[in-house]
């Protein structure tokens, strides 16, 4: 089958995932098990700008068995990110990070970023 099993019975198909939500699990998933959990599943939420810290993260943590040492899967990681807000960035910061990243890359090289800073 080409959907995935959730803790809750029902099957989301992973095509559906975002690609950068892909990208960022895939990336800090570096021993290919297919799940993330504690601090690589905090960092791949930093790469994607979103909130963990606050109360409400955490309470979402809770509810998609994220919390701990309790690795989620792909797909849980997918709904993981669409529960959780944005963090919030200084408008001047996103401006000039936008500015900077010449490539559209999301990501700002050395040099992108020594020019960034030069300019706030």
Do not use: W, Y
Request: charged share 25%; glycine share 6%; with cysteine.
């Amino acid at each position: 089958s080409n959907q995935e099993p959730r803790r809750d019975g029902h099957s989301r198909t992973p095509l559906t995932v975002p690609i950068e939500v892909r990208q960022a699990f895939n990336k800090h998933d570096s021993n290919g098990t297919g799940a993330l959990g504690g601090h690589k599943l905090r960092l791949a939420l930093d790469d994607l700008m979103l909130q963990h810290s606050t109360p409400k993260a955490v309470a979402i943590f809770r509810s998609v068995g994220a919390d701990g040492n309790n690795p989620i899967s792909l797909t849980e990681f997918a709904e993981l990110c669409e529960m959780l807000e944005p963090v919030e960035v200084d408008t001047e910061v996103r401006r000039a990070f936008q500015r900077h990243d010449a490539n559209r890359s999301g990501q700002l090289s050395n040099s992108e970023l020594r020019a960034a800073l030069r300019d706030m």
